[in-house]
């Protein structure tokens, strides 16, 4: 029996405690990387009653689709994370506006912060378009 790696795609033996290539520690070192920097600063934000509201009221806008793979990848995938398009970190005041918030499965939440490092800056307008094609497809009331 095989499992595939959800990170790199490998295929490797049960037999394994985690993939080959080390993808494994690799996510969790980024996991945390990422947790450090957002959650830890932030974590008040994070905690409030706001922002559950806020995450579940992103999630039903989407309908509980990562819209990244939706457009990007051409795949249906559920989401499991609300992102913050412009983050935290460069405005707070953005931080509690649903129209600042997009659902995003985590390997796509992975791929976009990669490419916020690597300073992609259509990254942000390329988001933005699709949920303004999402908004027009679904006429503002999602699936």
């Known amino acids: 029996m095989n499992r595939i790696c959800p990170r790199c795609r490998k295929v490797y033996s049960y037999n394994l405690?985690?993939?080959?290539?080390?993808?494994?520690?690799?996510t969790r070192t980024e996991s945390n990387r990422i947790y450090d920097k957002?959650?830890?600063?932030?974590?008040?934000?994070?905690?409030?009653?706001?922002?559950?509201?806020?995450?579940?009221?992103?999630?039903?806008?989407?309908?509980?689709?990562c819209l990244w793979s939706l457009y990007k990848h051409k795949?249906?995938?559920?989401?499991?994370?609300?992102?913050?398009?412009?983050?935290?970190?460069?405005?707070?005041?953005?931080?509690?506006?649903?129209?600042?918030?997009?659902?995003?499965?985590?390997?796509?939440?992975?791929?976009?912060?990669?490419?916020?490092e690597s300073n992609q800056t259509g990254t942000i307008k390329e988001i933005r378009e699709f949920i303004q094609v999402w908004e027009v497809e679904t006429e503002g009331r999602g699936i």
């Open 17 to 26: 405690k985690g993939c080959p290539n080390g993808c494994n520690k690799k």
């Open 38 to 65: 957002c959650q830890r600063e932030h974590q008040s934000f994070y905690n409030s009653k706001e922002w559950k509201r806020l995450r579940e009221a992103c999630k039903n806008r989407f309908s509980n689709l």
């Open 75 to 116: 795949r249906v995938v559920t989401g499991t994370t609300a992102h913050h398009i412009v983050p935290l970190s460069e405005d707070k005041l953005k931080g509690s506006l649903l129209s600042n918030l997009v659902y995003l499965s985590d390997e796509a939440h992975r791929e976009i912060h990669k490419l916020y």
